[in-house]
C-alpha cells in the first residue's frame, strides 16, 4: 500500500512568487492534515480536511495561504506571495480516524520551502 | 499555542545505554502520541497512550504518563545506533476535538 506522498520534496523561491505543494494521501483516508516546521520550532498545525471540506483551518497562518481538496482526494497547499518566513518543511499527513480515536496519523517525507 | 515540550532538546547516548526524554504539556488531555522523525523523512507514530492510562509497552518502547504533572516519558531501552533521530510528543486535548499539537522534539543520537 502506497502511502503518503508529498511534491516537490524541495522548493527554492525568490519573495514574492508562488509556491503550490501537493499531497497525495493514503487512499481511504478521509482525514488531511497540514503541518509546517520552521527549523528549531514546533512542528505547527495549519489546517485539517475531513474529504474535501476543511475542518480546522485555525493554524494557516494568513490569507497567503491557500488549500484546497478537490474531490477529497489529493490536497495542494499554495502560497502566494510567498515571504521569508513561509521557509520550513510543510508535512502533510492522513488517517481513517480522527487523533482522538485510534489516533495515528500517517506522515508524508515533507516538502521542504525555501524562500529567498 | 505550543502544547507539548520535549526536554532535553537534545540527548547523546552510547549504543546499548537507555534514553529517556520527557514530554510536558499544558492542557487536559484525551491521549498523548510519541512520534520519531529520521533525518528528511517524515514522522512515524510509535505508540499511543490515553488518559486515563499510566503505563505503555511496545517492543524497547516504554511510555509513562502522569496527568496530575501533565507529563509524559518515553524510554527507549538497549538503544541502537538506528534509534538516531527525533522523537516528537502530540497531544489532543480533553474535548478529542482538536488536531494533534507537536512540541519541538529531542533530538537523540545513538553512538555506536
Known amino acids: 500500500e502506497a502511502g503518503v506522498t508529498q511534491f516537490p520534496s524541495h522548493s527554492v523561491i525568490e519573495k514574492g512568487q508562488t509556491v503550490t505543494l501537493r499531497c497525495d494521501p493514503i487512499s481511504g483516508h478521509d482525514n488531511l492534515y497540514w503541518y509546517r516546521r520552521v527549523m528549531g520550532k514546533e512542528i505547527k498545525f495549519l489546517l485539517h480536511f475531513v474529504k474535501e471540506s476543511k475542518q480546522d483551518e485555525s493554524g494557516m497562518p494568513n490569507n497567503r495561504f491557500l488549500a484546497e481538496r478537490t474531490g477529497g482526494t489529493y490536497s495542494t497547499l499554495k502560497v502566494q506571495p510567498a515571504e521569508l518566513e513561509d521557509s520550513g518543511v510543510y508535512f502533510c499527513?492522513?488517517?481513517?480516524?480522527?487523533?482522538?480515536?485510534?489516533?495515528?496519523?500517517?506522515f508524508g517525507e515533507g516538502s521542504r520551502l525555501t524562500v529567498l | 499555542s505550543q502544547q507539548g515540550e520535549e526536554d532535553p532538546q537534545a540527548l547523546s547516548i552510547q549504543e546499548g545505554e537507555n534514553a529517556t526524554m520527557n514530554c510536558s504539556y499544558k492542557?487536559?488531555?484525551?491521549?498523548l502520541q510519541w512520534y520519531r522523525q529520521n533525518s528528511g523523512r517524515g514522522l512515524v507514530h510509535l505508540i499511543l497512550i490515553r488518559s486515563n492510562e499510566r503505563e505503555k509497552h511496545s517492543g524497547r518502547l516504554r511510555v509513562t504518563l502522569d496527568t496530575s504533572k501533565k507529563s509524559s516519558s518515553l524510554l527507549i531501552t538497549a538503544s541502537r545506533a538506528a534509534d538516531t533521530a527525533s522523537y516528537f510528543c502530540a497531544t489532543v486535548d480533553l474535548s478529542g476535538n482538536t488536531p494533534l499539537v507537536f512540541g519541538k522534539g529531542t533530538r537523540l543520537s545513538v553512538i555506536a
Open positions: 499527513a492522513s488517517s481513517q480516524e480522527v487523533p482522538a480515536n485510534t489516533g495515528e496519523l500517517f
Open positions: 492542557t487536559s488531555i484525551n491521549n
